[in-house]
């Protein structure tokens, strides 16, 4: 059974940075897809970034296109949200995502607030 640990959310003021990390519990290389999900209070939960994780092929949510940055970590195992200049509207849990063929795993969360 898979899992995936996050880390480092926590309180920044807007137009700040920080830098999530997602750590499976096997290779990076063993999934097709790890993607970053956020869910603000009273919202649904939204796909913020996505990375084909052989190809490295990457897609963004409009919202954050330009500030957030998905990336593989090759040395580290791990695959990283850096996120730039946060807005309030950034605010959320943000949630780890792998996906091998159908099956989906999902991480803890972790939260992130952006004060203004």
């Known amino acids: 059974q898979v899992h995936l640990v996050e880390s480092g959310g926590g309180l920044v003021q807007a137009g700040g940075w920080l830098r999530l990390s997602c750590a499976p519990s096997?290779?990076?290389?063993?999934?097709?897809?790890m993607a970053w999900y956020r869910q603000a209070p009273g919202k649904e939960r939204e796909m913020v970034a996505k990375?084909?994780?052989?190809?490295?092929?990457?897609e963004y949510a409009d919202s954050v296109e330009g500030r957030f940055f998905i990336l593989r970590q090759n040395a580290e195992n791990t695959v990283d949200l850096q996120m730039n200049n946060l807005q309030p509207e950034d605010t959320g849990v943000y949630y780890c995502?792998?996906?091998?063929?159908?099956?989906?795993?999902w991480g803890q969360g972790t939260q992130v607030t952006v004060s203004s």
């Open positions: 990375i084909a994780v052989p190809g490295g092929r990457t």
């Open positions: 096997e290779s990076i290389y063993n999934f097709n897809y």
């Open positions: 995502q792998a996906t091998i063929l159908q099956r989906v795993t």
